[in-house]
Nanobody
């Protein structure tokens, strides 16, 4: 059974930083992992993805501020976020694509507010 568990969300002031973590279980081998977010009243959107060969892709709105990385040994993926702005406020979801199936974590709230 595939499970994704996120952590690291919270309340941060504008300009601050946060690091999100996602631990995966039940997955092995080559797969892609990513982060998505959903703000109130908006559709879920891609934030960043890292595929099996290490290549990454980012939403234009976070380029230069967010960095996605993974630790294969720990089956984990991370999202380092800096220069956070109120428009980054959302529930952030971890995603893994494995053997043609897409799996989601439960989400972690990130709130950027003074």
């Amino acid at each position: 059974q595939v499970q994704l568990v996120e952590s690291g969300g919270g309340l941060v002031q504008p300009g601050g930083s946060l690091r999100l973590s996602c631990a995966a279980s039940g997955i092995s081998g080559l797969y892609a992992m990513g982060w998505y977010r959903q703000a109130p009243g908006k559709q879920r959107e891609l934030v960043a993805v890292i595929i099996s060969d290490g290549r990454t892709n980012y939403a234009n709105s976070v380029k230069g501020r967010f960095t996605i990385s993974r630790d294969r040994a720990k089956s984990a993926v991370y999202l380092q976020m800096i220069s956070l702005a109120p428009e980054d406020t959302a529930v952030y979801y971890c995603n893994a694509v494995f053997r043609g199936n897409s799996y989601w974590g439960q989400g972690t709230q990130v709130t950027v507010s003074s």
